[in-house]
């Protein structure tokens, strides 16, 4: 395939009609006005798996996004990286709280709906369950994440999630209540903001055109007569607070664990409020007010509330710029978004208390065991792909950026959680040796927070 040459080339984008992460880069790239190539990725035929794909994706996932020498996989990276090279429109507000509750809002669709229903997952619950428990699964997840960004966008929603501007949060809005409905039947009468948004989408022909059944690989792609609507973008304003930072957290918890990487690389006191997720504290109604998802980590800032680790986290690096957690590079800043996204949204979902504990309820231990061993191996060697080129001491070079964030805690999970043989993933060992000497991350680890049972220390 031949994918390098003029910086000036066309776009390429890989893509499969159906894919709501392709979708999502459809809205983006035509928001921008930029034309693109589309290449169709059969995923039913698994053409995916075919090993030039690979080579571009080692994920072996759509989308997949070329620009010139630049390759980069992952739906949120792929956005992240577009609205960074073309900026306008911005696909972010300037505020920092409305920038946190639009990588939220999009984290909880990349990483905490989409991958509990993509297809391989929902076919493997139909293979070791039955068909009722798969449509039952599917039900529970997006009905979990939409009443989530429901109570998320109640305060801040206008005609679109943020505001009366398009942002982040409505491509991925848009493309997942769309599957829902079109793909899954969800009704989503139960969810006023996300319809009333959703509404609103449909009447612009940006939105109309990026709909699966109008792409070139559609099995019948319904011919329309689109009008033309204009959009309008403004950055906002608003004003920030300076109160003491407070983290909800669990010792265990990955996701955790990179916040308080962040925290500690940017110099951050916190208040650190324990949250037994063995006890199930994170149901609890006091809890899910802070993070409706019923997850950790949560942060508080003043009259700032985010949850999600990498909507913190993005928040952090806005708000205390230094040290920077993303390089100046825009390839290298796709390298660290896309890293960070593997581990998001590829493998921590699968490896997640409350999937383990449904896998082990309506499967079985040893094929949980199992299954979260194949997440870690298919996302450790996309990652070792990814970062062999660009890997110096730590994932992208000589200074710690957002991939690491991610990436230590994931490494330390695996080794140390799950006991995965890191043998045939040699970067990633050297990057997990590096973080090893550094106090920082000596200091984040699960085993030395207060909430962890004195016999790990
Ligand atoms: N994408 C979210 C995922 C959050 C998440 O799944 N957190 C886990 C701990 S690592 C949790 O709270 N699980 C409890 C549960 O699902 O009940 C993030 O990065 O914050």
């Given at each position: 395939?031949?994918?390098?040459?003029?910086v000036?080339?066309?776009?390429?984008?890989y893509?499969?009609?159906?894919?709501?992460?392709?979708?999502?880069?459809?809205?983006?790239l035509?928001?921008k006005?930029?034309?693109?190539?589309?290449?169709?990725?059969?995923?039913?035929?698994?053409?995916?798996?075919?090993p030039?794909?690979?080579?571009?994706?080692?994920m072996?996932?759509?989308?997949?996004?070329v620009?010139?020498?630049?390759?980069?996989?992952?739906?949120?990276?792929?956005?992240?990286?577009?609205?960074?090279?073309?900026?306008?429109?911005?696909?972010?507000?300037?505020?920092l709280?409305?920038?946190a509750l639009?990588?939220?809002?999009?984290?909880?669709?990349?990483?905490?709906?989409?991958?509990?229903?993509?297809?391989?997952?929902?076919?493997?619950?139909?293979?070791k369950?039955?068909?009722?428990?798969?449509i039952?699964?599917?039900?529970?997840?997006?009905r979990?994440?939409?009443t989530?960004?429901?109570?998320l966008?109640?305060n801040?929603?206008?005609?679109?999630?943020?505001g009366?501007?398009?942002?982040l949060?409505?491509?991925?809005?848009?493309?997942?209540?769309?599957?829902?409905?079109?793909?899954?039947?969800?009704d989503?009468?139960?969810y006023?903001?996300?319809?009333?948004c959703?509404?609103?989408?449909n009447?612009?022909?940006?939105?109309?055109?990026?709909?699966?059944a109008?792409?070139?690989?559609?099995?019948?792609?319904?011919?329309?007569?689109?009008?033309?609507?204009?959009?309008?973008?403004?950055?906002?304003?608003?004003?920030e607070?300076?109160?003491?930072?407070?983290?909800?957290?669990?010792?265990?918890?990955?996701c955790?664990?990179r916040?308080?990487?962040?925290?500690?690389?940017?110099?951050l006191?916190?208040?650190?409020?324990?949250v037994?997720?063995?006890?199930?504290?994170?149901?609890?109604?006091?809890?899910?007010?802070?993070?409706?998802m019923?997850t950790?980590?949560?942060?508080?800032?003043?009259g700032?509330?985010?949850?999600?680790?990498?909507?913190?986290?993005?928040?952090?690096?806005?708000?205390y710029?230094?040290?920077?957690l993303?390089?100046?590079?825009?390839?290298?800043?796709?390298?660290?978004?896309?890293?960070?996204?593997?581990?998001?949204?590829?493998?921590?979902?699968?490896?997640?208390?409350?999937?383990?504990?449904?896998?082990?309820?309506k499967?079985?231990?040893?094929e949980?065991?199992?299954?979260?061993?194949?997440a870690?191996t298919?996302?450790?060697?996309?990652?070792?792909?990814?970062l062999?080129?660009?890997?110096?001491?730590?994932?992208?070079?000589?200074?710690?950026?957002l991939?690491?964030?991610?990436?230590?805690?994931?490494?330390?999970?695996?080794?140390?959680?799950?006991?995965?043989?890191?043998?045939?993933?040699?970067?990633?060992v050297k990057?997990?040796?590096?973080?090893?000497?550094?106090?920082?991350?000596?200091?984040?680890?699960?085993?030395?927070?207060?909430?962890?049972?004195?016999?790990?220390?």
């Amino acid at each position: 395939m031949a994918y390098s040459g003029e910086v000036k080339e066309k776009l390429k984008l890989y893509s499969y009609w159906r894919s709501s992460c392709g979708h999502r880069v459809r809205l983006a790239l035509s928001l921008k006005g930029i034309e693109y190539e589309y290449i169709p990725v059969n995923l039913l035929k698994g053409d995916q798996f075919n090993p030039d794909f690979m080579k571009i994706n080692p994920m072996g996932t759509v989308p997949a996004l070329v620009d010139g020498d630049v390759v980069i996989s992952d739906s949120f990276a792929i956005i992240m990286y577009i609205d960074e090279k073309y900026p306008e429109p911005p696909l972010l507000p300037r505020d920092l709280h409305k920038r946190a509750l639009n990588y939220q809002a999009a984290s909880i669709i990349s990483s905490g709906i989409q991958p509990y229903q993509n297809l391989p997952v929902i076919r493997y619950i139909e293979e070791k369950t039955n068909a009722e428990e798969k449509i039952v699964w599917i039900n529970n997840v997006i009905r979990k994440g939409f009443t989530a960004l429901e109570k998320l966008l109640v305060n801040c929603a206008g005609k679109y999630a943020t505001g009366d501007e398009i942002y982040l949060a409505d491509l991925f809005l848009a493309t997942q209540i769309h599957g829902a409905m079109i793909k899954f039947q969800i009704d989503v009468e139960p969810y006023p903001i996300l319809a009333k948004c959703y509404e609103a989408y449909n009447e612009l022909s940006v939105f109309q055109d990026a709909i699966p059944a109008k792409q070139p690989d559609a099995p019948s792609p319904a011919k329309l007569i689109l009008s033309s609507s204009s959009l309008h973008f403004r950055a906002n304003s608003g004003s920030e607070k300076k109160e003491k930072l407070k983290l909800y957290s669990y010792w265990r918890s990955s996701c955790v664990h990179r916040v308080r990487i962040a925290l500690d690389l940017k110099g951050l006191e916190y208040e650190y409020i324990p949250v037994n997720l063995r006890k199930r504290d994170q149901l609890d109604p006091g809890f899910k007010k802070i993070n409706p998802m019923g997850t950790v980590p949560a942060l508080v800032d003043g009259g700032v509330v985010i949850s999600d680790s990498f909507a913190i986290i993005m928040y952090l690096d806005e708000r205390y710029p230094e040290p920077p957690l993303l390089p100046r590079d825009l390839h290298k800043r796709a390298v660290n978004y896309q890293a960070a996204s593997i581990v998001l949204s590829g493998i921590q979902p699968h490896q997640n208390l409350a999937v383990m504990r449904l896998m082990e309820e309506k499967i079985s231990d040893e094929e949980k065991t199992v299954w979260v061993s194949n997440a870690i191996t298919k996302g450790f060697t996309a990652l070792e792909e990814l970062l062999v080129s660009s890997a110096g001491k730590y994932a992208t070079g000589d200074e710690v950026y957002l991939a690491d964030v991610f990436l230590a805690p994931q490494i330390h999970t695996a080794v140390n959680r799950f006991q995965i043989n890191m043998e045939p993933y040699p970067t990633l060992v050297k990057c997990y040796e590096s973080y090893n000497d550094l106090p920082v991350f000596q200091n984040a680890v699960p085993e030395k927070q207060p909430d962890a049972p004195a016999s790990t220390s």
